[in-house]
């Protein structure tokens, strides 16, 4: 009893996450038609939540510990408190993005579910970011899962929108089945759900490496339908070309971040037999887990860099972008070593500026002009400079070119493989990136060189949305040249609990 | 005379690839759905069959929260698909085609 009081200081966030999530129901149930004090609750509810982050952030313990037991349900360390800041971030711009978004203007009737699902959201995001224990990983990712499988269809009259949730749902149902099934046996031969004890087994009796392997692979199936690695990412191009252009932001970026971060902590703690003193981890020799990674991570990169290039809808050719972004992040657990898992922190802030910047400018667009097909897109750098300037940076960030935020993102991904031995692997990355220039080029043709039929009246941005568009370029620009605080912050919080 | 545990686990392995195939043939969404619940339920099964043969609660317990998601996703899933039913008079998975490649 005195240990679950004693835990709950540890989750402060999660408590505070909670807690705002009902007070967004309880406002818009008194304040009925009036939608306009629920956007700022949502600031302030997601910087109080940001504030308990940063106050416990050199926490490092289990929550929620059982009394003959060293171990606990949750694990509250440094590396949890990165993502679920960069969480915070990101739901901070979406609630911005919310607010000058036409398309949830339209279904303003249901802002309040709206915000409530995303509080559910951040609420799963947080628990798969520090669970330490099977049955509650299965809950968080389920509890993404169901709020982000409404979310997907909120505007629910157009059909595309409806197909999206649709979809989603019966993915979801799917790889949520049959990581089910896998926790089921991976529970059955080790006779626990905590992945600290897993360890412990796995280390020291002798368990079939074969059962071990099944359900580690059906587990990842669950895992990687979150982080849309191939061959569990079909529902991606699907769900974010449908969803409101805010869910399809937040998808990319958030829940991506939480799902990378619940796949570094479960491959390490339950694979891992020993660090070496440079930092490289030593996998259980009885899973081939390095191999099983490659094959997935290059599958994924080539899949969607390639189904990209023939993409004619901007959130559909950003989908498959963020589908290949998903292989080069898997790079940096096949390293695995700790300055991999510094590579991928480096990237997943970088990432989250530029994929919500792009996002941002689609919608901007699409504000105006009522569609995200390229062909709609021709000849708007006349017409709108401020938006197609700002897209091509954010382009050019995602190809990874110099001086921008992604060429460092990448660098570091890159040098943490080849310091791991991969060139041939690194290799292959490289040349998938040359295969993404061309389809991020291609967005800058038809913006800036070919020129439209239609006449467009020229369009600018206002007042505040150029502020969240400065707040966006800004970084993707200066973090290119500048980059050393970001690089000092993730090695400053890169402690495991555990290893 | 005691059922041995090969049993359970066969049978839930069973059940999971039924589901499994359910969902890659079915073509009415209302019986995917009911597909994805057999593969949950088929998870149950080993959970339950192992907690009794290991004499270890943890499974049985798991299980409960497994069968409050289940039913809180029926729910939500069968929201969605009314949503799809007033826009599109279909169930059919192979006529919602609008998003492809």
């Given at each position: ?499 | ?57 943890v499974g049985q317990l798991f299980v409960f929260f497994v069968m409050t998601v289940a039913a809180a996703e029926a729910a939500i899933g069968l929201a969605i698909i009314i949503a799809m039913f ?16």
């Amino acid at each position: 009893m005195n240990q679950i009081v004693d835990s709950l200081q540890y989750i402060k966030p999660e408590i505070s996450a909670a807690i705002f999530l009902v007070v967004i129901v309880i406002v818009d149930l008194v304040m009925g038609k009036n939608k306009k004090y629920l956007s700022p609750i949502m600031i302030i509810g997601l910087l109080v939540t940001g504030f308990f982050i940063i106050d416990q952030f050199k926490f490092s313990s289990f929550a929620f510990m059982s009394e003959n037991n060293k171990y606990g349900l949750l694990s509250i360390d440094s590396f949890g408190s990165f993502f679920k800041l960069l969480i915070v971030f990101s739901s901070i711009i979406i609630v911005f993005f919310t607010i000058s978004s036409d398309e949830i203007k339209k279904a303003k009737e249901r802002l309040g579910e709206y915000y409530t699902l995303i509080w559910g959201m951040i609420l799963g995001m947080f628990f798969m970011i520090i669970a330490a224990d099977l049955i509650v990983i299965y809950l968080a990712i389920e509890l993404l899962s169901l709020s982000s499988y409404v979310l997907a269809g909120i505007t629910k009259d157009t059909l595309r929108n409806s197909e999206a949730s649709l979809k989603y749902v019966i993915y979801g149902g799917v790889s949520s089945g049959i990581m089910l099934f896998g926790i089921s046996i991976l529970y059955g031969i080790t006779g626990t759900t905590n992945i600290y004890e897993i360890n412990g087994l796995l280390q020291s009796q002798q368990i079939q490496g074969l059962i071990v392997t099944l359900s580690a692979i059906l587990i990842f199936a669950g895992i990687g339908f979150k982080i849309s690695v191939a061959p569990f990412h079909f529902w991606t191009p699907d769900v974010y070309e449908g969803a409101p252009i805010t869910i399809t932001a937040y998808l990319s970026v958030a829940s991506k971040a939480a799902g990378f971060a619940l796949l570094f902590r479960f491959t390490k703690i339950t694979f891992i037999d020993s660090i070496n003193a440079d930092g490289s981890w030593n996998i259980i020799s009885l899973i081939d887990w390095r191999s099983f990674l490659i094959i997935i991570s290059i599958l994924t990169m080539t899949l969607g860099n390639f189904a990209a290039l023939w993409q004619n809808n901007m959130k559909r050719l950003l989908a498959y972008s963020s589908i290949a972004h998903a292989g080069y992040l898997l790079l940096g657990l096949i390293a695995f070593s700790n300055e991999g898992m510094m590579a991928v922190m480096i990237y997943f802030v970088i990432y989250a500026i530029m994929n919500l910047g792009a996002f941002f400018v689609v919608m901007l667009i699409a504000n105006k002009i009522g569609s995200e097909e390229l062909d709609d897109y021709k000849g708007l750098g006349k017409t709108a400079p401020v938006l197609t300037v700002s897209l091509g940076i954010f382009m050019i960030s995602l190809i990874g070119l110099p001086p921008t935020a992604g060429f460092i993102g990448k660098l570091y991904l890159f040098l943490a493989l080849i310091n791991s031995n991969m060139i041939l692997i690194a290799f292959i990355a490289l040349l998938n990136t040359v295969v993404s220039v061309y389809y991020y080029v291609r967005v800058l043709k038809y913006l800036f060189i070919d020129s439209s039929e239609k006449e467009i009246a020229p369009f600018g941005v206002t007042i505040p949305n150029l502020i969240l568009l400065l707040i966006l370029v800004i970084p993707t620009l200066i973090l290119g040249v500048y980059f050393t605080p970001l690089v000092e912050f993730a090695k400053y919080s890169i402690t495991l609990l555990g290893f | 005379m005691e059922i041995p545990i090969e049993y359970y686990l066969l049978l839930s392995a069973f059940m999971f690839i039924v589901g499994v195939v359910g969902v890659l043939t079915r073509r009415n969404a209302i019986i995917v759905f009911m597909s994805i619940e057999l593969m949950l339920n088929s998870a149950n099964l080993t959970m339950v069959a192992y907690s009794s043969f290991l004499g270890n609660s943890v499974g049985q317990l798991f299980v409960f929260f497994v069968m409050t998601v289940a039913a809180a996703e029926a729910a939500i899933g069968l929201a969605i698909i009314i949503a799809m039913f007033r826009n599109k008079k279909t169930l059919n998975i192979d006529e919602i085609n609008i998003l492809k490649w």
